[in-house]
């Protein structure tokens, strides 16, 4: 049986208990699972990529995952896959509006990368992503029961 890596690439910005979902599935399913923070120039980050990073490190840590890595990466998503291996990208779903969204990028991704496949998982959270944080947030509301403890730890820190 041959070695399988899949990818779950995002902003997570912050990421969440959702995320959190969708990286021990893979990791049940996957011999290496890679989350891999894309970051854009283009956009303002909430938080620093690197030191989300470094806290879901701790919070796959803390889950005894230990087939994941966190990797960030400026690039996209089917040429980071191509040039590391990488033969599935996992996507989480939450509702039919996520589906059609990324139903339009896995045709994308398979243009330009056509041995990448993609593999979509059901979050259990379907009401939680990182926008709805970050608006609770703004609005001062404690998101810990949202977000691993490490995010949590981050949030706290970044809190002026």
């Known amino acids: 049986m041959s070695h399988r890596t899949a990818l779950y690439a995002g902003s997570f910005d912050p990421f969440t208990n959702g995320h959190r979902d969708i990286v021990r599935k893979a990791a049940a399913l996957f011999d290496e699972v890679v989350v891999l923070i894309g970051v ?3 956009k303002r980050r909430a938080f620093d990529a690197e030191a989300m ?4 490190r701790a919070s796959v840590e803390a889950d005894g995952l230990a087939n994941v890595r966190v990797v ?4 996209l998503v089917a ?3 191509a040039s590391h291996g990488v033969g ?3 996507r989480g779903l939450r509702n039919t509006a996520d589906y059609d969204y990324e139903e339009k990028a896995a045709q994308v991704n398979r ?3 056509p041995s990448l496949e993609t593999l979509y998982l059901r979050g259990d959270e379907p009401a939680l992503s990182s926008s709805v944080v970050r608006e609770l947030l ?3 509301r404690d998101v810990s029961a949202f977000v691993p403890e490490a995010v949590a730890r ?3 820190e970044n809190d002026p």
């Open 40 to 42: 854009n120039v283009t």
């Open 53 to 56: 990073a470094e806290a879901i």
């Open 72 to 75: 960030t990466h400026d690039g």
């Open 79 to 81: 040429d980071y896959c």
């Open 88 to 90: 599935w990208y996992v």
């Open 111 to 113: 243009l330009l990368n």
């Open 138 to 140: 703004a609005f001062g």
């Open 154 to 156: 981050l949030i706290r």
